[in-house]
């Protein structure tokens, strides 16, 4: 099963090299199911693991130019803040026991799966449909203002406190519906915005969990791999090829992780 973990890790890291967001969405299934992880400390783990290699994937975005530092700043603000707060109190304050219901009780970790669960349903649909509105060749800066980012930056920093997701799905759309940024520059400006988020939401888990640190390191750095990976099959399979056929894989394992968690 662990000879699995480090595939499907692999696999985090290739995926994100090839469509620039979407692998991350399978960090947490796979530290519960192939390395036996509680859903809480996965979801940690996760922020680390997704928040180090899109910083990977951002960095190498941002000496080609396409980062928008102005976007990644009025966006990210809201959000890191929001995640912080995030893992920082509510987390922690969170009960193992949250609710009985007659003889059923919704616990901590079954909560946790089944909402990661409905976000892999999410992200699958925006991944699998076509977007009817082609993205613009060309950068609009009157578009990105503060205030109007607040609202989604929010909404995407409690995704990626909750959950320990990056929020690629989310993030990509509202950059090039909302801001105007080009398909290119939405992908690398997600990964910093991504990165940002992740990595401020693990350090708000420091002194809540234990980390086991030569676990996360090697998992982290096989992800890393699997970025490069990626990005050489980029260069001969374009990632939007690609894009549909990940997302009917990610909206089967979100059925599966439902289905599982409520018969259990």
């Known amino acids: 099963m662990e000879l699995t973990g480090y595939i499907a890790s692999a ?33 940690s783990y996760s922020l680390f693991i997704v928040g180090t290699t899109s910083l ?31 893992r920082k109190f509510i987390v922690p304050a969170i009960p193992k026991d949250i ?48 205030f109007k980012l607040t609202g989604y930056g929010v909404s995407i920093g409690l995704v990626t406190g909750f959950l320990g997701a990056g929020g690629g799905f989310l993030l990509i759309p509202a950059l090039i519906f909302l801001i105007k940024l ?10 910093f915005i991504i990165a940002i988020n992740s990595l401020v939401g693990f350090a708000g888990d420091l002194g809540h969990f234990t980390i086991d640190w030569q676990f996360l390191s090697v998992i982290t750095l096989i992800a890393i791999a699997g970025i490069f990976i990626g990005g050489l099959i980029n260069k001969r399979i ?27």
């Open 11 to 43: 696999l985090i890291g290739i995926f994100l090299g090839l469509i620039g967001g979407g692998g991350s969405i399978l960090t947490v299934p796979v530290m519960v199911y192939l390395f036996g992880v509680p859903p809480l400390l996965a979801t």
């Open 56 to 86: 990977i994937g951002a960095v190498n975005n941002l000496r080609k130019g396409q980062v928008n530092l102005r976007a990644a700043l009025f966006f990210g603000a809201s959000s890191v803040i929001t995640v912080f707060i995030t």
């Open 99 to 146: 609710v009985t219901i007659g003889e059923f009780t919704i616990t901590e970790p079954f909560l946790t799966m089944i909402l990661f669960g409905t976000l892999m349903l999410l992200a699958s649909f925006s991944m699998i449909r076509d977007h009817d509105k082609p993205s613009p060749e060309k950068e609009c800066s009157d578009c990105i203002r503060f």
């Open 238 to 264: 374009p990632g939007e090829k690609l894009k549909k056929g990940f997302g009917w894989f990610v909206l089967v394992m979100g059925l599966y992780i439902i289905v599982k968690e409520v018969l259990s």
């Open 182 to 191: 080009p398909m290119k520059k939405a992908i690398g400006t997600s990964l």
